[in-house]
Each structure stands twice: as C-alpha cells, then as structure tokens.
C-alpha cells in the first residue's frame, strides 16, 4: 500500500461583519435611517453578516414614515445583495416584534433561535446558523448574540451559549460569534475564551476589544466578534462619521481564511517485498 497526500485546497478568505442596527433609527431615536444603514452595510462587503435588533413588523412606525420599508429590516437590507437571511424574533409586543438576524452570500444549511432571556424585562435571542463555504470546506456555525444589561443576567446568557456550543458544535468545526455582547467590564469574556477555546479578533490584531459605544465618541467595548478554528487576517472598526445618521453603535468587520483538510489518496501497488528473487 503507497499512500499519496493530496494537495490542501486554495484557503477560502471571508468577511464577518456585526452591527446592532438600532431598529433603524439614528442615536437617541431621532430619525428613522434605515435607507442610510443599507447603504453603510453594503460598504462593508461583509460575506456574512450578523445584526441586532433588528424590526421585522412595525405598525405604528409604518403607518408614521412615508418611506419605510415595506419588507421586514433584515429581507430590505439584504435584498439581491446577500440571498440567504434567517431571523430570530426575541422581543414581542401589540404592534410588532424584533430580534437577531443573519445575511449570508453562502448557502445556509441551517438555522435555530433560541431563547436565552434572563427575565421578564428584557427579551434576549441566540441565532445560531450553519453556513457551507464550499462542497470541499467545512461549515461554519455562526451565532449571532444581544445579551443583556444587568451583569447577574449575562452571566446567565454566557453560560447558556457555552452549554449551545459545547452540545450542538463539533469541538473541530470552525465557529464564529457575534454581536452586542454588553459586556463593558469585560467579565464575560474570560469565561468565553476559557470554556471554549476562543479568540477575540480585536485582541489577536490590536490587543483587546474595540470600543464602539457610543459610535461618535466611543467608550464602552460592547460589540465582539470571537473565532475559533479559523485563521484572523484583518479587524477594523467603521465608527460613524461627523454628520452621518447611523445607530448608536459602531460597526466590526474581521476576515478570516478557512483551509480545506488536507486529503489522502491511497493507492495499491505490488508488494515487493514477498516476491521470489
């Protein structure tokens, strides 16, 4: 028996981009500026896009702002841009409701919302999402997260996206998480990258979290990207400009490289070593 090792694959490069949208409306709620936010986030050239609080219904705003959207925030922005979307609502209420969202230009294979609220007074989702990069790459899962604002409550949310990932991801798959982690003391990130063997792309490229609220004059580290399984190229941070109607929040981009295993062709040939002289 001879085996051959094949040659790796080209390495993918992707871009991850998240962004807490704000429902669509520009610092303190002033103004409505989800036409802005879709021409911001296309500028990302994000691959895969994960955003927070995002409005699929809004009766009262509807029937308000003569040009808003007609289709749910998350299928406006997307539009021909990116093809796949998955939503998971989180918070309810008479006249509509909001969540997490993920765009993706790669296929989606899968897609489950779960439910992490701490209590009653803040409504908080995981989306958690299996994307294919190629018929020869492994899937990513991508979870998108918006924890919540009292500690003792995050706390809680961290452990039950340990437990999500430690039941539903394979300990080799490649893995991205994102979102608005509110996380501003940095106490949940520890436990993170301990439990699972995580790294946080703004730590591995400029040595800890970028700050990105709020996004005119940024104090507060809240919004995270975190890897594991993939190679960090680049990070940048794309806070709002002087003037701009844009959310409260900065936007975060990484871009990784995902290789194909390497692959390994057996082929048998005489063996020699018994044959008569």
């Not at 020869?136 to 996206?161: D, K, Y």
Request: net charge positive; charged share 20%; aromatic share 8%.
């Amino acid at each position: 028996m001879r085996a051959n090792i094949g040659l790796m694959s080209t390495p993918v490069r992707f871009t991850v981009a998240t962004y807490n949208i704000h429902k669509g409306f520009s610092q303190l709620a002033r103004r409505m500026v989800i036409h802005e936010l879709r021409e911001r986030l296309r500028g990302l050239a994000a691959d895969i896009l994960f955003l927070q609080e995002v409005l699929h219904t809004h009766e009262r705003h509807a029937s308000r702002y003569r040009d808003w959207p007609t289709r749910p925030q998350h299928e406006f922005i997307a539009d021909a841009f990116w093809h796949e979307v998955a939503y998971g609502r989180n918070a309810v209420y008479p006249h509509g409701h909001h969540g997490n969202a993920v765009l993706s230009r790669f296929p989606m294979l899968s897609q489950e919302n779960l439910d992490i609220s701490a209590h009653l007074f803040e409504s908080r989702g995981l989306l958690h999402c299996e994307i294919s990069l190629g018929d020869a790459m492994p899937s990513v899962h991508c979870i998108n997260v918006h924890l919540g604002l009292f500690e003792r409550g995050r706390q809680w949310q961290i452990q039950a996206l340990i437990d999500r990932i430690q039941l539903a991801v394979p300990r080799n798959a490649p893995l991205v998480i994102a979102g608005d982690f509110n996380d501003w003391r940095s106490k949940g990130d520890r436990a993170l990258t301990e439990a699972l063997d995580l790294v946080e792309v703004f730590g591995t490229v400029s040595g800890r979290p970028a700050r990105t609220f709020p996004s005119m004059l940024p104090v507060f580290r809240l919004d995270r990207i975190y890897a594991r399984g993939l190679n960090v190229v680049d990070a940048h941070v794309h806070y709002a400009t002087r003037g701009a109607r844009m959310s409260d929040h900065a936007a975060l981009a990484a871009t990784f490289e995902l290789a194909a295993p390497a692959t390994v062709n057996a082929e048998r040939v005489q063996d020699t070593r018994h044959a008569a002289p």
